[in-house]
């Protein structure tokens, strides 16, 4: 079955484990938090030689993590969207490259409201010019295209725009990759 990551890695009680990474020293992932704060790291920052790890991103009052994503070369676009269902869409590159920190904002949620546990970001993706988006609500999904997303494209630290009714509890985001071999055999 494995060793416990607990056997290689020294927590203190009560640390919750957001996701592992495994890569190369020159992979990127996108960093961010449940305050709508984030950015985007090479895989080496991340990395200790110590079994307590290091300081990585400072975390807001009340903020969590959320699940590192892996930045592919194709991604163009990152999709955040909120617990109330507001989804902004926005250029990679609008997301700065840095080696530790807080970051920069990646969805605007106005801070009363974060403190109140009234609004968060719940979810983010990326998303590269031949995938489409999935979003998942209960039993229901929505799948959009980049065309079908213009609406909620943007610029980085916007509010973002209301999903349609019925899809605003998010429950997941994902990136469906169409395949070029699919592709070619049309």
Do not use: W
């Given at each position: 079955?494995?060793?416990?990551?607990?056997?290689?890695?020294?927590?203190?009680?009560?640390?919750?484990?957001?996701?592992?990474?495994?890569?190369?020293?020159?992979?990127?992932?996108?960093?961010?938090?449940?305050?709508?704060?984030g950015y985007i790291s090479e895989f080496k920052n991340m990395?200790?030689?110590?079994?307590?790890?290091?300081?990585?991103?400072?975390?807001?009052?009340?903020?969590?993590?959320?699940?590192?994503?892996?930045?592919?070369?194709?991604?163009?676009?990152?999709?955040?969207?909120?617990?109330?269902?507001?989804?902004?869409?926005?250029?990679?590159?609008?997301?700065?490259?840095?080696?530790?920190?807080?970051?920069?904002?990646?969805?605007?949620?106005?801070?009363?409201?974060?403190?109140?546990?009234?609004?968060?970001?719940?979810?983010?993706?990326?998303?590269?010019?031949?995938?489409?988006?999935?979003?998942?609500?209960?039993?229901?999904?929505?799948?959009?295209?980049?065309?079908?997303?213009?609406?909620?494209?943007?610029?980085?630290?916007?509010?973002?725009?209301?999903?349609?009714?019925?899809?605003?509890?998010?429950?997941?985001?994902?990136?469906?990759?169409?395949?070029?071999?699919?592709?070619?055999?049309?």
């Amino acid at each position: 079955m494995g060793d416990p990551i607990s056997g290689r890695v020294s927590a203190d009680s009560g640390v919750k484990f957001i996701s592992t990474l495994i890569g190369n020293d020159d992979d990127k992932y996108m960093i961010m938090n449940t305050a709508g704060y984030g950015y985007i790291s090479e895989f080496k920052n991340m990395v200790s030689n110590k079994k307590s790890g290091k300081a990585f991103m400072k975390l807001p009052n009340e903020a969590q993590l959320l699940k590192a994503l892996r930045v592919r070369e194709d991604h163009v676009y990152i999709a955040a969207v909120s617990n109330i269902g507001r989804l902004l869409i926005f250029e990679i590159n609008e997301l700065p490259v840095l080696p530790k920190g807080k970051g920069n904002k990646i969805i605007n949620i106005p801070t009363p409201k974060f403190l109140a546990k009234e609004e968060y970001m719940a979810h983010a993706q990326l998303i590269s010019p031949s995938s489409s988006l999935r979003i998942e609500s209960g039993k229901r999904f929505l799948t959009l295209k980049l065309k079908d997303l213009e609406n909620y494209i943007s610029s980085r630290a916007k509010r973002g725009n209301m999903l349609p009714q019925g899809y605003r509890k998010v429950d997941n985001m994902i990136e469906e990759v169409e395949s070029i071999l699919a592709e070619s055999e049309e």
